[in-house]
């Protein structure tokens, strides 16, 4: 059976490719998986239609036999576990990249959510301004372990996997803070990722989106 993911009908980052359906279409591309995409509006996330799918009323879903999945660490570690590609055969390395994948969604990207929230939702707080620079001050200190982990590695762990899938979409919501830049290191792995044949596809499809709702 394809597997059917939800999307947002009007992409908030206006094509950027930053919206977190992008982790589950890049995931699917890499497998080679073909999946159906339900797009949906802002004012349909909050009706109760999608939330039996999705409680919280965000996107993506995953749709399949049956199965339905939210949370895109949930839904990236299903397809790798059920496709070859993005997990490694190796019993210990697989842990080591399902580890990856927790650390990329917990340890990294919390802080980098604490900026965009910083800057959008609290831009008109009196204390937004006095509160930037510690929020970047703890992404700066992630960053700078991160980068010592990967050092002059192409992946964080041997091989391309699930992990490094997740980590590039994460760090790509720093694209246009600048913090990413201070890491030279990071900014390449960020490259490699967003060449990959498989990231093309994914993103072109969801700019593909964008295009045709600035269309309507």
Known sequence: MTPTITAFERSPDRGRGQSRDMRVRWALEEVGQPY???????????QPAHLALQPFGQI???????????????????????????LPDDA????????????AVNTI?????EL??????EANESWTEQRLPMV?????????????CIGDAEWLDGAFSAGDL????VLRRLTISGL?????????????????????RAFDAQFAVFEASEEK
């Not at 049956?66 to 590609?85: Q, S």
């Not at 700066?140 to 372990?145: A, D, E, N, P, V």
């Not at 997740?166 to 979409?169: A, E, I, L, Y």
């Open 36 to 46: 159906d995409v339900r797009l949906v509006s802002f004012a349909a996330m909050k």
């Open 180 to 200: 990413l830049d201070e890491y030279p290191n990071l900014a390449a792995y960020v490259a490699r990722g967003e060449a990959r044949p498989a990231f093309q």
């Open 109 to 113: 990207e919390g802080p980098i959510l």
């Open 136 to 148: 970047k001050n703890r992404i700066r200190h992630r960053l700078g372990q991160l980068s010592t």
């Open 166 to 169: 997740m980590m590039v979409t």
């Open 60 to 86: 993506p879903t995953y749709e399949e036999d049956g199965l339905v999945l939210f949370e895109t660490g949930a839904i990236v570690l299903h397809i790798a576990e059920r496709h070859a590609g993005l």
């Open 92 to 103: 210990n390395a697989r842990a080591r990249a399902i580890s990856w994948m927790f650390c």
């Open 116 to 121: 965009q929230t910083a800057k959008f939702a």
